[in-house]
């Protein structure tokens, strides 16, 4: 099978941390560009982190210098770091891989940040 499967979400406290994970099966990650999507109710699909390897990291500016997008090539897996948490970055965080035609997305996962 050729898919994503994320984890990691779930209720937080404003301030709080959580790292989401996504484990790609059936396919490498390897020279894929992966990019993590959120969607809060109501409002559009976007784009949050993105990792391409031999170039970097690019961040909204939302969440810059509180999320950190990671690959582990060893555990084919990518996952986001996501400190100091807003109420504001309540959605649902889907991950996605990129590779010339070939394409992935996870299922999403939900993360709550209320009090």
């Known amino acids: 099978q050729l898919q994503l499967v994320e984890s990691g979400g779930g209720l937080v406290q404003p301030g709080g941390s959580l790292r989401l994970s996504c484990a790609a099966s059936?396919?490498?990650?390897?020279?894929?560009?992966i990019g993590w999507f959120r969607q809060a109710p109501g409002k559009q699909r976007e784009l949050v982190a993105v990792i391409v390897s031999g170039i970097g990291t690019i961040y909204q500016d939302s969440v810059k210098e509180r999320f950190t997008i990671s690959r582990d090539n060893a555990k084919n897996t990518v996952a986001l770091q996501m400190n100091s948490l807003k109420p504001e970055d309540t959605a649902v965080y889907y991950c996605y891989a990129l590779r010339a035609s070939n394409n992935y997305w996870g299922q999403g996962t939900q993360v709550t940040v209320s009090s």
């Open positions: 059936g396919f490498s990650l390897d020279y894929y560009a």
